[in-house]
């Protein structure tokens, strides 16, 4: 059910995408608008990324297996990693035209056309497709915690911002402001930037057994020591596995136990940890206290 969810949602972004591309990019070169032009290269990019992650969802979410003994999710976030380059090489091409077109301005302000005032009205179109993409993808992403929607997610709130500044400079252009043309096409390419440099950032956390958040492991620790039995904790280790985490443990117990008591500590720590945290696994190991 999960799955089925995730990648109709995935198939819904991937039409919505296709839609979106050929709006922008037929109406923006029919209608002389830079800016729209640009926007529609961010989606036709849009379009290969909704095809990347349905079929990463489709190897990531296969069984465990003699050569995975950890499942396959880690295909996920070696997407999410590939998916943040794509959308840097749109950003890179995007700032190069916008700067590249305003030079030519400044030295011959005719090259810039005024866009068509319909231009406008599609620009509109654009932004309530992308805000129903959006509300939509955003919403399956937090009740299902799914990386590749989360990714998602962001690509639809930077897109819609793109489109927003697209639209601001269709309107000023029709007050002879041309010049916000190429501006607006170097802010869309910058938003696309910072939003790569966020997800590159998550993606090579979720590839580095990168720990999670201060809180949540300060969380583990003091559960792990309201567990019955448990004296203190010798070491704890965490590592984050996409949106699960695993858990390595040592802790100190009484030394005058027998082996099944010392045991059933370990299986209560064992047993909270992965009810409370939704951890993968919690490893436990039991050492004798040492006062």
């Not at 830079?34 to 990531?60: A, E, Q, R, T, W």
């Not at 979410?61 to 070696?78: A, F, R, S």
């Not at 280790?237 to 010392?262: F, G, P, W």
């Amino acid at each position: 059910m999960k799955q089925n969810t995730i990648r109709n949602v995935i198939i819904f972004s991937l039409i919505g995408n296709i839609l979106l591309t050929a709006i922008k990019l037929t109406f923006g070169l029919l209608g002389n608008s830079n800016s729209l032009v640009s926007d529609g290269f961010n989606s036709l990019y849009d379009i290969f990324v909704s095809i990347l992650i349905l079929v990463v969802l489709k190897v990531s979410n296969k069984t465990p297996d003699k050569n995975h003994p950890y499942g396959h999710e880690k295909y996920e976030g070696v997407m999410y990693l590939f998916l943040s380059f794509i959308i840097l090489l749109t950003g890179g091409f995007l700032l190069k035209s916008g700067i590249s077109n305003l030079l030519k301005y400044f030295n011959d302000n005719t090259v810039i056309i005024k866009p068509e005032s319909y231009t406008m009205i599609v620009a509109v179109v654009a932004l309530v497709i992308k805000f129903v993409l959006f509300v939509v993808t955003n919403k399956t992403a937090n009740k299902y915690n799914s990386s590749s929607l989360k990714g998602d997610t962001k690509n639809h709130l930077y897109d819609m911002l793109s489109t927003s500044v697209s639209l601001l400079s269709i309107i000023l252009a029709q007050f002879g402001l041309l010049y916000f043309e190429p501006i607006a096409t170097i802010i869309i390419s910058i938003f696309i930037l910072y939003s790569v440099y966020e997800m590159i950032k998550e993606a090579v956390s979720f590839l580095v057994d990168e720990a999670p958040k201060k809180e949540k492991v300060r969380a583990i620790h003091q559960t792990i020591l309201n567990c019955d039995g448990v004296i203190k904790i010798d070491d704890l280790k965490t590592r984050k596995h996409m949106n699960h985490i695993y858990v390595d443990v040592e802790i100190a117990v009484d030394r005058n136990l027998s082996l099944l008591e010392a045991h059933k500590i370990a299986e209560d720590v064992h047993l909270e940890v992965e009810k409370e945290f939704d951890a993968l696994h919690c490893m436990v190991h039991v050492n004798p206290y040492k006062s």
